[in-house]
């Protein structure tokens, strides 16, 4: 692919009707959300910032139906603008009816099989089953559930726009009916209080109950209501958005996915050696999960303060917005990577692209050494580089 239909890509100049009312509520959202502050700070010479969290090691908060890790600002300090977690579900395993009033829900399946149900403040409801390759997104304060449908346990990783969110403090349907008083609840439900009598007085959090059936055919016919924008998206079943001879790259923006308007997420391949250049994001905080494989990251954060990081399966990346990094593929297999963006529109600058627009003799004068030097640089964006056999 070349500079030119990248760019179109990444720009997006194809945006819908329905794209352009998610583009204009995704602005609002930006000017209204906090600014994240930078990364952690100083001393040039120490361990400035960590950015690896092996999140794959955690204890496990474990439920008969499931377990669930997270990684928020409180284990991993660096990742104030997104929080994430892993999770499974085994088949008939319900992550409760819940929100959240703090962030929006982004996911990635993957492996098995899940369906989740989100209900918005329009009365909009949507019930769809999830594969692997699969991502969803719900917004801010929309209830959800989530289900392992089986025939295997179903593994996912959730990602948060805010690093200040813990999956262990949400709002959850059972803790809720549990600490209101029963004569609240008949009034509220129009049934008798003794109705409430069995109902849990905690969260329940993950319930374990029987493996559900399949979804009618017609999805419409679950629910009179559906929401006028899907929350689902099947991320590895579209064509890369890039390719490279080393690698591919795909990505659920809001242009792709209208409904994830405070969200980007992707998936980065990277072929044994290849590596996704320097650059990096002048919009977005970046989170990341290392599915398989084993990564080096760079990460420069200006005043010469610059790590290098290494990830395997489980791990858990953060970039903070504007810091340049790479990330190069050291292993003997592939690796993958599922990228996430606290904004919906992806933003990106690569260091080959800016030094290709850039006049020789400008780059000659800030480096101290003649044009010439340049004469075999690249001409335009490399993207992902290396790797190709
Ligand atoms: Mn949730
Ligand atoms: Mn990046």
Redesign the pocket.
């Known amino acids: 692919m070349d500079t030119i239909s990248r760019r179109r890509l990444l720009e997006g100049a194809v945006v819908g009707a329905s794209g352009l009312a998610a583009l204009t509520a995704a602005a609002d959202e930006a000017s209204a959300a906090p600014v994240a502050s930078p990364g952690k700070p100083s001393g040039k010479d120490a361990e400035w910032a960590n950015f690896r969290f092996p999140l794959g090691q955690q204890k496990a908060k474990l439920y008969e139906g499931g377990s669930a890790q997270e990684a928020t600002v409180a284990e991993f300090p660096i990742s104030e603008g997104i929080a994430g977690v892993s999770m499974r579900l085994k088949p008939g395993g319900l992550r409760e009816l819940h929100w959240h009033t703090n962030a929006a829900e982004w996911a990635y399946i993957i492996s098995g099989h899940c369906r989740t149900t989100v209900f918005d403040p329009d009365g909009g409801s949507e019930v769809l089953d999830f594969g692997p390759g699969d991502i969803w997104y719900f917004p801010r304060g929309y209830g959800h559930s989530l289900l392992g449908v089986g025939p295997d346990e179903c593994q996912f990783i959730l990602s948060f726009d805010n690093g200040a969110f813990s999956e262990f403090a949400t709002f959850s349907i059972s803790d809720w009916i549990g600490h209101t008083p029963p004569e609240v609840l008949a009034k509220s439900f129009n049934v008798p209080a003794s109705t409430f009598n069995s109902f849990p007085k905690r969260e329940v959090y993950i319930a374990q109950g029987a493996v559900p059936g399949p979804l009618p055919a017609d999805p419409a016919a679950a629910s009179e209501h559906v929401s006028p924008l899907t929350h689902r998206y099947h991320l590895m079943a579209q064509r890369p958005t890039l390719s490279f001879p080393g690698g591919t790259f795909r990505l659920a923006s809001v242009k792709e996915f209208p409904i994830s308007t405070t969200m980007a997420g992707a998936t980065l391949l990277l072929d044994p050696g290849a590596m996704?250049e320097l650059?990096w994001?002048p919009n977005a905080n970046?989170w990341q999960y290392y599915v398989k494989g084993r990564a080096r990251m760079t990460v420069f954060g200006s005043t010469g303060r610059a790590s290098v990081v290494e990830f395997g399966p489980g791990d858990v990346g953060y970039?903070p917005r504007g810091f340049g990094?790479s990330i190069e593929n050291i292993g003997n297999e592939a690796c993958q990577a599922i990228?996430t963006f606290d904004d919906g529109n992806y933003q990106?600058i690569s260091i080959s692209d800016w030094v290709a627009a850039t006049p020789r003799q400008i780059l000659a004068t800030n480096f101290g050494v003649p044009e010439s030097t340049f004469a075999n640089f690249s001409d335009r964006d490399l993207f992902i580089a290396g790797g190709g056999k």
């Open positions: 996704r650059h994001h970046e970039v990094h990228l990106e």
